[in-house]
């Protein structure tokens, strides 16, 4: 029973009722699986830093003027890789002007428009399980249809359709997720103020999509200008000593190139020197593609938020 107050004392508050926080388990836990997040991304860091430590040590005494804008000569002892320089660049930019309307225009499709039922959700499981498809596989799909039946031989226009499919899954699974992204009522509001579906997809959606779309290019970009076995069958020439004059030109890359250098030839320690140097300005090459494409992710995501 609560004692009455006497007249004029005043009656005492209650205890205050303790809360009961996380336990003591459930923080240890917590400080665990943060820890071990830490120690993985430490880990990455420190595996990426050695690769580019390696090549680099290995590369970099190669790479100068000379190296830079002229082919190779002397059976690839000397000379440069200008055009496995030039031929990266338009396969590259050849994959990425084929994959990225495609990829972006079907994400729109089965995030905007698509029927909901098993055939939509049949088709994404089907583009999810083609990004996990090997490369070589793309690499003799290119060789039947674009090489062989469509006749565009071993050409840049083949070889950039080859590695534009390759990038498709990519770039699809990207754009999904950053349409899904964008909130409901920025589609709501848009079609309230009499807009039709299509202006507000135009208008509203895709610009507050456009930096996670951008995070699937960049993915693509890294993946295609590194990859051998596409172009091996449907683009990549051994040796040239000029440059490419049309969409359907054998092409010199730079995966080939480096591949070349190692597989081939009589002066390995010197093929060596110059493979590590190709590799050293592949990556710089794919990483000066990237951080374009972050920095323009950055302002756009930065004028959507504001």
Same mark, same amino acid.
């Given at each position: 029973?609560?004692?009455?107050?006497?007249?004029?004392?005043?009656?005492?508050?209650?205890?205050?009722?303790?809360?009961?926080?996380?336990?003591?388990?459930?923080?240890?836990?917590?400080?665990?699986?943060?820890?071990?997040?830490?120690?993985?991304?430490?880990?990455?860091?420190?595996?990426?830093?050695?690769?580019? !430590?390696?090549?680099?040590?290995?590369?970099?005494?190669?790479?100068?003027?000379?190296?830079?804008?002229?082919?190779?000569?002397?059976?690839?002892?000397?000379?440069?890789?200008?055009?496995?320089?030039?031929?990266? !660049?338009?396969?590259?930019?050849?994959?990425?002007?084929?994959?990225?309307?495609?990829?972006?225009?079907?994400?729109?499709?089965? /995030?905007?428009?698509?029927?909901?039922?098993?055939?939509?959700?049949?088709?994404?499981?089907?583009?999810?399980?083609?990004?996990?498809?090997?490369?070589?596989?793309?690499?003799? !799909?290119?060789?039947?249809?674009?090489?062989?039946? !469509?006749?565009?031989?071993?050409?840049?226009?083949?070889?950039s359709l080859t590695l534009g499919i390759l990038a498709l899954p990519v770039i699809i699974s990207a754009s999904q997720e950053a349409l899904v992204a964008v909130p409901q009522s920025i589609r709501e509001a848009s079609l309230a103020?009499?807009?039709?579906?299509?202006?507000?997809?135009?208008?509203?959606?895709?610009?507050?999509?456009?930096?996670?779309?951008?995070?699937?290019?960049?993915?693509?970009?890294?993946?295609?200008a590194g990859e051998t076995a596409p172009i091996l069958f449907t683009a990549a020439a051994f040796y040239m000593k000029g440059y490419p004059s049309s969409p359907f030109s054998e092409v010199m890359a730079l995966p080939y190139h480096?591949?070349?250098?190692? /597989?081939?030839?009589?002066?390995?320690?010197?093929?060596?020197?110059?493979?590590?140097?190709?590799?050293?300005?592949?990556?710089?090459?794919?990483?000066?593609?990237?951080?374009?494409?972050?920095?323009?992710?950055?302002?756009?995501?930065?004028?959507?938020?504001?």
């Amino acid at each position: 029973m609560i004692a009455a107050a006497l007249p004029g004392q005043v009656p005492a508050a209650p205890a205050a009722r303790r809360i009961p926080g996380p336990s003591r388990r459930r923080s240890l836990v917590q400080k665990m699986g943060f820890a071990a997040l830490g120690a993985c991304m430490l880990a990455n860091i420190l595996f990426l830093g050695a690769i580019l !430590f390696f090549i680099a040590a290995k590369g970099l005494s190669v790479i100068n003027w000379e190296f830079l804008t002229q082919a190779p000569r002397d059976s690839m002892t000397a000379g440069g890789v200008a055009p496995a320089i030039v031929g990266t !660049f338009y396969l590259t930019l050849g994959a990425m002007l084929i994959a990225l309307p495609l990829g972006v225009a079907c994400a729109v499709y089965l /995030t905007e428009y698509s029927p909901k039922g098993w055939v939509v959700n049949l088709l994404r499981v089907s583009i999810n399980n083609l990004a996990g498809v090997p490369s070589v596989v793309f690499g003799l !799909f290119g060789l039947t249809v674009f090489v062989k039946y !469509f006749g565009f031989g071993v050409s840049i226009l083949s070889g950039s359709l080859t590695l534009g499919i390759l990038a498709l899954p990519v770039i699809i699974s990207a754009s999904q997720e950053a349409l899904v992204a964008v909130p409901q009522s920025i589609r709501e509001a848009s079609l309230a103020l009499g807009a039709t579906q299509w202006e507000t997809v135009r208008k509203v959606v895709l610009p507050a999509a456009l930096p996670g779309i951008l995070t699937g290019v960049i993915l693509s970009v890294g993946r295609v200008a590194g990859e051998t076995a596409p172009i091996l069958f449907t683009a990549a020439a051994f040796y040239m000593k000029g440059y490419p004059s049309s969409p359907f030109s054998e092409v010199m890359a730079l995966p080939y190139h480096i591949y070349a250098l190692m /597989t081939e030839g009589t002066h390995p320690e010197i093929q060596t020197r110059i493979a590590y140097g190709s590799s050293l300005l592949l990556l710089a090459l794919v990483l000066g593609v990237s951080l374009i494409a972050i920095v323009i992710r950055q302002r756009q995501r930065k004028v959507y938020h504001a």
